[in-house]
């Protein structure tokens, strides 16, 4: 089935940029998310790739796509505390499947003053 | 901005309780989903709904139910509640495809805690 992969921990000096990897099986994936969770809230959309695109950027977020290694990032530039969550890649199969949004285990990220 | 609203944000409840945590969302989707999330770990799906009287099980089994009788409110059930089944459920629904291609993004609620002694 479909695998999505993080790495489960990553801690950065507040100014640093930050870069969270992921990893995901399915060659047929169309969209990619990042979203963000804050402790004891739900998951925040920070951006989207579409699979036909290899870079991103929105501010201080960049995303970048290498559909052949099946390998995704965001790097977050000039980290600040208030980054401190955990971020979750998704990937989202073809049109039509019935397949819905596949999630990862989640990157905590910790920034530190 | 999204609307959409999760009731209760937290419940602590006595084993075999009847429980229902309620999702209502005012963007007018007709997609909705039910995940459950234990700490410190990732999303699994357990309910989805295209649509009023449409509802699926999702990847992860779960003895709860739901029902879509209104396009805006897509309400969780457990009709006798179990210690296991303490975990965070986020709600989301998603805007039809766009235009350009198939997007769909997710939108969360900020969760329901649920804690069952």
């Known amino acids: 089935g479909e695998d999505v992969e993080q790495s489960l921990f990553l801690s950065v000096r507040e100014g640093d940029s930050s870069v969270i990897n992921c990893t995901y099986t399915?060659?047929?994936?169309?969209?990619l998310y990042w979203y963000k969770q804050e402790p004891g809230a739900g998951l925040q959309l920070l951006t989207y790739i579409f699979s036909n695109m290899d870079m991103k950027q929105d501010q201080r977020l960049t995303v970048l796509l290498n559909k052949k290694d099946k390998h995704l990032s965001l790097r977050i530039a000039d980290t600040q505390t208030g980054d401190s969550a955990i971020y979750f890649c998704?990937?989202?199969?073809?049109?039509?499947?019935?397949?819905?949004?596949?999630f990862g285990s989640g990157t905590q990220l910790t920034v530190l003053p | 901005e999204a609307d959409i609203y999760q009731t209760p944000r937290y419940l602590v409840i006595g084993t075999g309780k009847k429980i229902t945590l309620e999702c209502s969302q005012t963007?007018?989707?007709?997609?909705m989903y039910w995940y459950q999330q234990d700490p410190g770990m990732e999303l699994h799906l357990i309910h989805y709904s295209y649509g009023v009287n449409s509802t699926e099980k999702g990847d992860l089994s779960s003895e709860s139910t739901v029902s879509r009788i209104r396009t805006e409110h897509f309400p969780l059930t457990l009709e006798s509640a179990r210690p296991s089944h303490t975990s965070q459920y986020l709600c989301?629904?998603?805007?039809?495809?766009?235009?350009?291609?198939?997007?769909?993004?997710?939108?969360f609620g900020p969760g329901t805690r649920l804690l069952v002694l």
């Open positions: 399915d060659s047929s994936s169309t969209y």
């Open positions: 963007m007018g989707h007709d997609k």
């Open positions: 989301a629904s998603s805007d039809p495809p766009g235009l350009a291609g198939y997007q769909e993004t997710q939108y």
């Open positions: 998704a990937e989202r199969g073809p049109s039509g499947s019935a397949r819905q949004l596949t």
